[in-house]
């Protein structure tokens, strides 16, 4: 107990610092804004900023990169309800009971009622946090290098098949993804792969251009020709709109703790990531809630649940980031990136050898999420004022943006025109229906992957039979296999049971 205490004391000194509290409440501000805009989401957000942090210390970094997550969270309600349109993909179930709620009048209730959710999530995801992860990360000393390259396959196979409609286009993303990272020079034979003879290869593409290409610019080419709701501009949110009656505040009760500890659960889960636990909240709600059969009618149950639940599971999601070196989902990938580009190793090694990094981030976490509580209800006149700029004024300056932010790493022109050449690669394959984010957990996990492989193969003297000798092994790698082959099964299961249901 005593030893927590010194730790929790040593990450508050960490966050309280002047540089430390103003890279967190500047991660959380813009991450809100880019949340409450439609469309543009963290990931494209982190990527964005992600030159920026070359020039903190990783600690600093990383609070400011998890502040936008967050934050995104916070502000990606504010769409849902007065939009009907999510700011971010956990967001999205908000839209069921918050956009009526707007329609109502209601609409300062129902984004009072998410802040307040989204900070209760919060604060009991940092609990579980800092009781699971050091256990998790001593767990983490005894895997063998078989072991995390089965650990990394399933989360990467989690991640493809858990979340969208087309596990197999995820699939192949994430094999893209694997290539683009393996590009360049092999570091043990020195061999040169997949530079097709241009010296600008040679190094492999750097992680900051590939994020910025297919998910910054990707995403503002795809919101060309987008508009705002113009029935918004007559809206008008006052503070004491925002005041939930009594009978809110006791109805919000328990579906906040509800959606808390399965968002904190799910979370920790490769590949489910917040939208898989805001969804499932609202599910639980459906079946659970003592006024389950007015949700999707516009009540505060329908956006407390999925609200506290989706800010959870972005915390703990970075838990197994952190302690295992295994991202959850593509945000928390890139995230780890922004720690390898530092030369921090995630993993097991992180909170014995860079306490102040761990522990600092949980602190702010703290601290970020309060800061978001205040800021959120007071300015949320200032967010409803954000969805009116017109998005033809938006959009090309944040294009601006992207191509210093890009220049800025290697004064390299060249960059800014690769920047430009994978987002129109990510637009084409949005257009496509091909999902991006698998191919940046691809790009972070290849090289990784490739290093626990060549380790496992010259400790067995290359004999494959190490990855299903040891239990531990074996059973992930049989979870990997069932998760891939879980899509088959359920399009069959789906096939028959249209064919047994009446045509009429």
């Known amino acids: 107990m005593m030893e927590f205490i010194g730790h929790a004391g040593q990450g508050f000194a960490t966050a309280l610092s002047p540089q430390t509290l103003l890279f967190c409440f500047l991660g959380v501000t813009a991450g809100t804004f880019i949340g409450v805009l439609p469309g543009i989401g963290p990931l494209a957000t982190i990527a964005m900023l992600l030159p920026l942090t070359f020039y903190l210390d990783p600690t600093t970094a990383i609070i400011m990169l998890a502040g936008i997550y967050y934050g995104s969270q916070y502000g990606g309600s504010t769409a849902s309800i007065l939009l009907n349109l999510p700011g971010t993909a956990g967001a999205s179930v908000t839209c069921l009971d918050g956009y009526p709620m707007a329609r109502a009048g209601r609409a300062g209730v129902a984004l009072c009622i998410t802040t307040i959710a989204s900070f209760a999530g919060g604060c009991f995801a940092i609990v579980v946090m800092a ?4 256990a998790l990360s001593k767990f983490a000393l005894v895997m063998t290098s078989a072991d995390y390259f089965a650990l990394m396959l399933l989360g990467m196979v989690a991640a493809v098949t858990l979340i969208g409609d087309a596990p197999l286009k995820g699939l192949a993303m994430v094999v893209f993804g694997l290539l ?8 043990i034979s020195g ?16 992680l900051v251009l590939v994020a910025m290409g297919m998910f910054g610019a990707s995403e503002v080419i795809a919101s060309i020709g987008s508009d705002s709701a113009e029935w918004l501009a007559k809206q008008k949110i006052t503070f004491r709109s925002l005041m939930p009656t009594r009978d809110d505040m006791r109805r919000s009760h328990a579906p906040i703790w509800r959606g808390s500890i399965l968002g904190s659960f799910v979370g920790v889960l490769p590949g489910a990531g917040s939208t898989i636990a805001a969804f499932m909240a609202y599910a639980v ?9 007015k949700l999707g009618s516009g009540i505060v149950e329908g956006v407390a649940a999925p609200e506290s639940a989706n800010n959870a599971a972005s915390q703990t999601a970075l838990i197994p980031a952190l302690t295992l070196g295994v991202p959850g989902d593509a945000t928390s990938a890139l995230m780890l990136g922004a720690l390898l580009i530092h030369g921090i190793a995630p993993g097991p090694t992180l909170i014995p050898q860079h306490p102040d990094i761990f522990w600092g981030l949980l602190a702010s976490f703290w601290i970020g999420n309060l800061i978001l509580l205040i800021l959120n209800l007071p300015l949320v006149g200032l ?18 943006f992207i191509a210093i932010g890009i220049y800025s790493v290697n004064s390299s022109y060249v960059d800014v025109i690769m920047v430009g050449v994978l987002g129109v690669l990510g637009y084409a394959l949005s257009l496509l229906k091909f999902p991006i984010a698998p191919l940046l957990l691809g790009y972070i996990l290849g090289p990784l992957m490739e290093a626990n492989l060549r380790r496992s ?6 004999d494959v039979s190490i990855f299903w000798q040891q239990p531990l092994t074996l059973t992930i790698m049989l979870l990997a296999l069932l998760l891939l082959l879980l899509p088959l099964a359920t399009k069959g299961w789906r096939r028959r049971l249209s064919k047994e249901l009446p045509q009429d």
Do not use: C
């Open 383 to 400: 967010w409803v004022s954000m969805l009116k700029i017109p998005y033809h004024i938006l959009y090309p300056g944040i294009l601006v």
């Open 131 to 134: 009781v699971l992860s050091p």
């Open 191 to 206: 061999q040169i792969r997949f530079a097709f003879g241009a010296p600008y290869l040679y190094d492999g593409l750097p």
């Open 457 to 462: 193969l010259l400790i067995s003297g290359g």
């Open 180 to 187: 683009v990272g393996l590009m360049g020079t092999d570091t």
């Open 285 to 293: 709600e459906k079946r659970v809630g003592p006024n389950r059969e």
